[in-house]
C-alpha cells in the first residue's frame, strides 16, 4: 500500500435493520429484511421500502438545532456520534484543525425539496420554512457533523450516487495520507423514502414490484433467479479513520485497516453498468494492487448485490472471473434494501465488522444463487469463518465503480 496504513478506529450506523452499530450487525447476520407497507407511499405503485424505524430523531439529536436538519443530516449526525464515542475520542479535547469531515450522500434533501415546493405551491411563500436551503442541500451533513465536533479541517460532500460512501472513505483516506488530517470522521447517509423517489425507481423500472399478498420483506433477492429488482433502503454509517501509528500510539485498537480503494468510471450509460464488466473490475484490480494484494488473497467480497437482473449478472460475471478462488459473497441489501448514496458506507461498516467478529451475514431472501452464477453465496445461516482481507463493491448510477480493500487489524 502507498503511504502510511489507515486504521479505522470508530464506527458508527443507523439503519432499517437498528439505530446503532450493534442491533444493525445484529439484525444483518439474521438475515431477514424489515421492509415494510410505508403510509407515506399510499397510492404509489411500490408503497413499501426499508425504513429507521423505533427512534425519535429530534430527540436523539437533542438541543435546539434539529429544525434545521433534514432528515439525512440527523442520520448523518447520529452515526457520527457514535463513531467518535466508539473510537475514544473527544470532540472538546481534539485539535479540531486537524479533523477532517467527508460525508457523501446521493440525493441529499431531495425528500425536503419535495416538500418545500409542495408547500410553496399550495400555500404560498410563508408556508415555506425559513430552513428550506438548509433542508435540501447535500453538504449540510458535513457541515454539521463539523458544527457539532468543532471539525475546522477540511469538509467535503462527495456525490457517485449509490457509490458515494466508499467515494468518501477514499477522499478521507487520501487526506489522511498526505498529512493534511490526522483525523478523519468519514461516511454517507441517505434518506429518499418518498413518492417522487419511489416514482422515478418504478418508471425506470429498477424497482421491485408487489403483487396481491406479497410480503415485501421476501422481494429484495440478490443473485436470485428470480430477482425481481430493488427495494428503496436509508440510513446512514460513519467511520473515524486514523493513521494507524497515531492510532496506536494514543492506545486505539483499530477494528480494521483500510489497505487500499479503487475507481473507475463505465462511461456507458446512466442507469445500466457496461455489459462487460471490465470498467467495474479494474476498480477491483486498482484497490487491490493498492493494498499489495493478488486476487486470491480476498478471502470475502461484500457485493453491491442489488437485486436487479443486469446488476447483479454483471456483478456476478466480475466475480467469478477475479476470484476464481471462491470467496464467500455476501449482499446486504437483501436485509437493509437499497440505501443509495449510503449504501457503500453502510456495506463496508459491515464488512469491518465480519473482518473483526469472523462472521459472513448470510444474503436475506436467496437459497442458492442463479445457476449461471459461479459465485459462492452465503445463505441462511451466517458463515463462521476467521477473515483476514476483504473488499467491498459499490457500483452507482452514471458509472461510478468505487471498491475499498478491508484487512483485520
Not at 431531495?110 to 409542495?118: D, G
Request: glycine share 12%.
Amino acid at each position: 500500500m502507498t503511504g502510511p496504513a489507515i486504521a479505522i478506529t470508530g464506527l458508527g450506523m443507523i439503519t432499517p435493520a437498528g439505530n446503532d452499530t450493534d442491533s444493525t450487525w445484529h439484525g444483518v447476520c439474521e438475515g431477514v429484511s424489515p421492509a415494510h407497507r410505508v403510509p407515506e407511499l399510499s397510492g404509489c405503485a411500490v408503497d413499501f421500502a426499508c425504513t429507521v424505524e423505533g427512534i425519535d430523531l429530534d430527540a436523539a439529536i437533542g438541543g435546539r438545532t434539529a429544525f434545521r436538519m433534514g432528515r439525512y443530516v440527523k442520520f448523518a449526525l447520529l452515526a457520527a456520534r457514535e463513531a467518535v464515542a466508539d473510537a475514544g475520542l473527544d470532540p472538546a479535547r481534539w485539535d479540531g484543525t486537524r479533523v477532517a469531515v467527508v460525508v457523501g450522500t446521493s440525493s441529499g434533501g431531495s425528500a425536503s425539496l419535495t416538500e418545500q415546493s409542495v408547500a410553496l405551491d399550495r400555500r404560498g411563500p410563508e408556508a415555506t420554512s425559513p430552513s428550506g436551503i438548509l433542508l435540501t442541500i447535500p453538504n449540510m451533513p458535513a457541515a454539521e457533523i463539523a458544527i457539532k465536533m468543532r471539525a475546522t479541517g477540511p469538509s467535503m460532500a462527495p456525490c457517485t450516487a449509490c457509490s458515494s460512501g466508499v467515494t468518501a472513505l477514499s477522499v478521507a483516506r487520501d487526506l489522511l495520507s498526505t498529512g493534511q488530517c490526522d483525523i478523519a470522521v468519514a461516511g454517507a447517509t441517505e434518506s429518499i423514502v418518498f413518492p417522487v423517489a419511489i416514482t422515478g425507481f418504478v418508471r425506470s423500472g429498477a424497482a421491485a414490484l408487489a403483487g396481491p399478498g406479497d410480503d415485501p420483506a421476501l422481494l429484495c433477492r440478490p443473485f436470485a433467479s428470480d430477482r425481481a429488482g430493488l427495494v428503496l433502503g436509508e440510513g446512514a454509517a460513519i467511520m473515524v479513520l486514523e493513521r494507524e501509528q497515531d492510532a496506536r500510539a494514543r492506545g486505539a485498537g483499530p477494528r480494521a485497516l483500510l489497505a487500499g480503494t479503487g475507481a473507475t468510471t463505465d462511461a456507458h450509460h446512466p442507469t445500466s453498468p457496461h455489459p462487460s464488466g471490465a470498467v467495474a473490475q479494474r476498480a477491483v484490480e486498482v484497490a487491490l494492487r493498492d493494498a499489495g494484494w493478488q486476487s486470491g488473497d480476498v478471502e470475502h467480497v461484500n457485493a453491491h448485490g442489488t437485486s436487479t437482473p443486469l446488476n447483479d449478472a454483471t456483478e456476478a460475471a466480475l466475480i467469478s472471473r477475479v476470484y476464481p478462488h471462491r470467496p464467500p459473497v455476501t449482499a446486504p441489501k437483501g436485509v437493509l434494501g437499497h440505501c443509495m448514496g449510503a449504501a457503500g458506507a453502510i456495506e463496508a461498516g459491515l464488512t469491518v465488522l465480519t473482518l473483526q467478529h469472523g462472521v459472513v451475514p448470510p444474503i436475506a431472501n436467496l437459497d442458492a444463487p442463479a445457476v449461471e452464477f459461479d459465485i459462492d453465496c452465503v445463505t441462511k445461516q451466517p458463515l463462521r469463518q476467521r477473515i483476514d482481507r476483504a473488499v467491498s463493491h459499490s457500483f452507482g448510477f452514471g458509472g461510478h465503480n468505487a471498491v475499498l480493500a478491508l484487512q483485520r487489524a
